[in-house]
């Protein structure tokens, strides 16, 4: 099916892949840095993006509307407040750039113009040559960090000591929320195949870019009312 790879790699970062590997990274490990990063996670958008997952896959399976109703429900609230929280990102998609381990694919859609970047996941990427008590420890911080455990994680990442990188996860707030409310719509008027492909293009949205790139696109501090 052409959906599996982007519905593959939205699942990676969100849910069960230990860790990937990269043949060659030269960022060097700063634990600070890379703490910061962790901090720039959108819980809400995490957390709807697992709801997305899991009404495609209720859809998909079983054809089950009233099944599958709750999570998008749920998804539309915690893409609501994430809309009003401060991680997000303001960019034009062409000024992101994919990460190599995670290039967009050809049903990718891109969006046009200035737009809100939910970051709604990550995970660390490493050399294939690195130890493998490392790669386990790498391992081990990437599922403290689908825990939402960044502090265990960070720590734990202490541990390698050699280059890695962190991949971020970046969903276009706006067209997400539309496709999921489409997704609702269909799926509240038992139409589990429209509601799929709602949720599909959701997924394929989501494009996967650098720790770097997220420093540079970083949200300005608020600024002080004007009396």
Known sequence: MKFIPAVAAISSILCATPFASADSLHTHWEKFKAHRAFHHLSADGQRAFQDILKARDILQTTGKTEAAIPALYDAQKRLAAAEKADKKFQAAENDLHP???????????????????????????????????????????????????????????????????????????????????????????????????????ALESVVFVSESTIETLAPAAPTAAKK
């Not at 067209?175 to 293009?201: I, K, M, S």
């Open 99 to 201: 990460a190599p381990q995670h290039p967009v694919i050809a049903n990718h859609q891109p969006v046009v113009g200035q737009t809100d970047w939910l970051p709604v996941g990550g995970e660390f990427v490493v050399s294939e040559t690195l130890a493998p008590e490392k790669k386990a420890a790498v391992a081990t911080a990437n599922a403290q960090l689908k825990s939402g455990n960044t502090d265990q994680a960070a720590q734990t990442m202490q541990v390698v000591g050699a280059d890695a990188d962190f991949i971020m996860a970046l969903a276009p707030l706006t067209p997400v929320q539309g496709a999921v409310y489409r997704a609702t719509v269909f799926t509240e008027g038992h139409n589990p195949q429209e509601a799929v492909a709602a949720l599909t293009q």
